[in-house]
Every structure is written in structure tokens, then in C-alpha cells.
């Protein structure tokens, strides 16, 4: 199987075999990445994807006709939902969680029996907070680190940056809105680890935290708590959900 993770500036993807990792692939969106990726698909002998998406409907488009040509039908589409495999989704509306986010949960609760607090350190930079009987008690959405205000902006194009939800809170958000949080005055890194402090005490005992996306090691030296590097989170959710 070919599990696909298609985020804001890059797609990766893995090639399972026999529940073993066979090859991976990973690039831009630059003026030929759907050809490119069509390329490296083609020679394996892999019958059916699994894929995550937040691409805008451009990208998308071209994904699909890429997607189709080497598995017709055989395509199944991971979606936020209300609850899946013990883990609860804390958004009043599951389906507008990230798709990642949600991957990412579902694998944190096989990887860690105790409380989790997930980031995810990409040119969004996401937290989770995930309680060991599987209740996701809602996060936060800061822009990356390499991230302007304004590209942070288009990435979240379908969000009104003028509603009044959109300020900054000690609370974990639980709807798109309410995570974003924006301060003019200093950088997501700045804010990062205090928020991580602050939010600890939602959990009546030590929660481990696990660390993915591009920027995972620059924000684990920030972190004032000890943070586990985990790349592959949001494809081991895929794995898990697909029954790997």
C-alpha cells in the first residue's frame, strides 16, 4: 500500500509491504510535482493508497488525476472523526480538526500509555493535548517558524483572521478559530514553551511529548521539558488506521 501525506509545502509518501516500510518519496509543490510523483509511483507494485490532504483545490485537482491513474478506485481518503480506535475528538465540528492532527493523535495514543502533548513543527505549528484514556482536549495553531504572517494567512484562507474568537488564550482551542493564536509582539518559538508549560497542568500526571514536522529539532531546543522527536507520527497513524 502507498500511504500519501499531502501538507501545506511538501508531500511525502511511503511505499508498506508485508507491514514493513519499502521505500519513501518526498518533494515540493514546484511546477512539476504531480508528474514527478506519477514517476515514482508507477514501477511499484502497490493496489491501493491511503491518503491525508489539506492541499487548496488547485493541488488537489492535480493530485487526483495523479492518484487515478495508477489506482482507479483503489483510493481511500483519511477524514477528522468524532472518535476513532479509543481516541476522542475534542473539536465541536471533528471533521475540521487537520487531518494531520488527527493522524498524529491516533498514533500518539499506541505509542504513549500516559498523557500526551503533541507538536507538530511545520509551516503551521500545531499542539495537541491528549489525555491517556484517549480524550483529545483541544490545541493550538501557531504560524512555523520559517512562516510569515501572511503566508500563515493563506494557508488558512477559509479562516476570517477579523473574527473576535481569534485572540490570544490560556485555554486549548477547540474549533480552528479558537487554537489560532497570534501575538505581534514575538515569534511562535518565543511562545511555545510557555504554552507547553501552562497547558501541562490540564494532566493530573507527567505528560510526555512527542515532536514531528521539519522544525521538530529547532523547537526541541527550545522546549524547557524533555520532547521525543517522533518523524513519521502522522504515518504511523495512517498505518494504524489502515490496520497495519
Known amino acids: 500500500m502507498i500511504l ?15 507491514g514493513q516500510v519499502q521505500a519513501s518519496y518526498s518533494c515540493a509543490y514546484n511546477r512539476d510535482w504531480a508528474q514527478r510523483l506519477s514517476r515514482w509511483l508507477q514501477d511499484l507494485p502497490a493496489k491501493h493508497c491511503y ?68 507538536i507538530d513543527a511545520g509551516s503551521a505549528i500545531t499542539l ?42 490560556t485555554e486549548p482551542g477547540c474549533s480552528t478559530e ?9 515569534s511562535s518559538i518565543e511562545l511555545l514553551p510557555g504554552l507547553v508549560n501552562r497547558w501541562t497542568s490540564y494532566f493530573d500526571n507527567d505528560a510526555t511529548i512527542l515532536l514531528a514536522g521539519g522544525d521538530a529539532v529547532r523547537v526541541q531546543s527550545e522546549l524547557q ?10 504515518f504511523l497513524g495512517m498505518a494504524r488506521l489502515a490496520g497495519q
Open 4 to 18: 500519501l501525506d499531502c501538507g501545506n509545502s511538501h508531500l511525502k509518501a511511503q511505499w508498506h509491504k508485508a
Open 128 to 169: 495537541d493535548l491528549l489525555r491517556a484514556d484517549g480524550t483529545h482536549l483541544g490545541g493550538a495553531i501557531l504560524p512555523g517558524i520559517n512562516t510569515s504572517l501572511d503566508d500563515f494567512k493563506r494557508i488558512f484562507s477559509h479562516i476570517d483572521f477579523d473574527d473576535p474568537v481569534i485572540a490570544e488564550t
Open 51 to 118: 491518503l491525508a490532504s489539506v492541499l487548496d483545490m488547485t493541488r488537489e485537482a492535480q493530485l487526483e488525476q495523479c492518484l487515478k491513474q495508477k489506482f482507479d478506485t483503489a483510493i481511500t481518503r483519511f477524514v477528522s472523526m468524532p472518535q476513532a480506535l479509543g481516541v476522542h475528538n475534542a473539536y465541536r465540528e471533528p471533521e475540521r480538526l487537520g487531518v494531520d492532527r488527527w493522524l498524529a493523535l491516533i498514533a500518539a495514543s499506541e505509542l504513549e500509555r500516559g498523557d500526551v502533548i503533541v
Open 178 to 186: 479558537e487554537a489560532i493564536h497570534i501575538n505581534y509582539a514575538h
Open 225 to 234: 521539558s524533555p520532547a521525543r522527536i517522533v518523524p513519521d507520527l502522522v
